[in-house]
């Protein structure tokens, strides 16, 4: 059920600390974590701790808790110093998209130029 955290879900496991992450800032509702393959200098993953299965489907049930996303994914770019070059904030949605963790996720990259169209 979405909001509840899954079992067999890497990033709930990563939340709860069964899994080791490389963690750079949490909250009571979000961790952000180091991606183990890094797409630019700072590459971070940022997560709500409740289940969902991506960025539209948090944000449809619970606005607030997509909006702490956000502001987590604004501080991490702080602690990582890419906030004044300028930073991305990505929502892969869907395996089209890239994504492969079905657990809502904001990759915040920085730390070197990143052209537009992405992908």
């Known amino acids: 059920m979405a909001g509840e955290t899954q079992a067999d879900c890497l990033f709930c496991k990563i939340a709860a600390g069964e899994v080791p992450a490389t963690v750079v800032h949490e909250t009571e509702t979000v961790v952000a974590f180091r991606d183990i393959t890094p797409q630019a200098p ?4 940022v997560i709500p701790r409740a289940h969902y299965p991506d960025a539209a489907s ?3 049930a619970e606005p607030a808790l997509a909006a702490e996303v956000l502001r987590a994914a604004g501080e991490v770019a702080e602690r990582e110093k890419t906030a004044g070059s300028g930073y991305r904030i990505v929502f892969n949605t869907g395996s089209g998209a890239g994504q492969t963790v079905f657990h809502a996720h904001a990759h915040v ?4 130029g990143l052209e537009w169209p992405p992908g």
């Not at 990259?109 to 070197?112: D, F, I, P, T």
């Open 42 to 45: 700072s590459h971070v993953l």
């Open 58 to 60: 948090l944000a449809a």
């Open 109 to 112: 990259l920085g730390g070197r």
